[in-house]
Nanobody, 118 residues
Framework: QVQLVESGGGLVQPGGSLRLSCAAS????????MAWYRQAPGKQRELVAS???????NYADSVKGRFTISRDNAKNTAYLQMNSLKPEDTAVYLC????????????WGQGTQVTVSS
């Protein structure tokens, strides 16, 4: 088992920036994917960005050029740097870990609220 704890959400004005963190409660096995999803009220959960243990990244079209995902293996933490935030980025942001230990195990964090409003 692993617990994921997100932090860094809050209220920010349009055009502002936030950095989200997702800390895992233990060391992660060598093959994994960490991802950020978001869910706005009345909408489906959507993938925002992901990063593999090999460093490959993937972004939703809506955030390309504005968001950057990264990870610090020594700290068992993934980050989502969000710049040029827009009101439509308002959502609960959740962290997900898919870890390969023979088979893939998936874990979710509780989420952190991001509100973009003037």
């Amino acid at each position: 088992q692993v617990q994921l704890v997100e932090s860094g959400g809050g209220l920010v004005q349009p055009g502002g920036s936030l950095r989200l963190s997702c800390a895992a409660s233990r060391s992660i096995f060598s093959i994994y994917t960490m991802a950020w999803y978001r869910q706005a009220p009345g909408k489906q959960r959507e993938l925002v960005a992901s990063i593999t243990s090999g460093g490959n990244t993937n972004y939703a079209d809506s955030v390309k050029g504005r968001f950057t995902i990264s990870r610090d293996n020594a700290k068992n933490t993934a980050y989502l740097q969000m710049n040029s935030l827009k009101p439509e980025d308002t959502a609960v942001y959740l962290c997900k870990l898919d870890e390969l230990r023979g088979i893939y195990y998936s874990y979710w964090g509780q989420g952190t609220q991001v509100t973009v409003s003037s």
